[in-house]
């Protein structure tokens, strides 16, 4: 019996595709963002559903923030449209964000 390769293993094997592991497929290097240090481990699906994610949790974040939080957030909306606000960011409050 010889161990050849199926079509999954030679295509795993070739130079031209590389398995994300997010997602567990192999897909051709274009698929893959480049950084200086070579290609992304996750393809550019997997790193957009990410990023996403995260957006989507962050929003969810503020919302809840804003709704614990409505005086203080209602003042800082008066100050940011007032354009008074550099003052706030200087002092070191935007750092908080
Ligand atoms: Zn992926």
Request: charged share 25%.
């Amino acid at each position: 019996m010889h161990d050849e390769p199926t079509g999954v293993r030679a295509a795993l094997q070739s130079p031209e595709r590389k398995r994300c592991p997010a997602c567990q497929q192999v897909k051709h290097r274009a698929d893959f963002s480049t950084t200086p240090a070579g290609l992304c481990s996750r393809c550019q699906d997997c790193k957009r559903a990410t990023s996403r994610l995260a957006s989507r949790r962050r929003q969810a974040a503020v919302r809840l923030l804003i709704a614990f939080h409505p005086e203080e957030y209602h003042a800082l909306l008066r100050l940011v449209r007032g354009g008074s606000w550099s003052c706030l960011i200087e002092r070191g409050a935007g750092d908080a964000a």
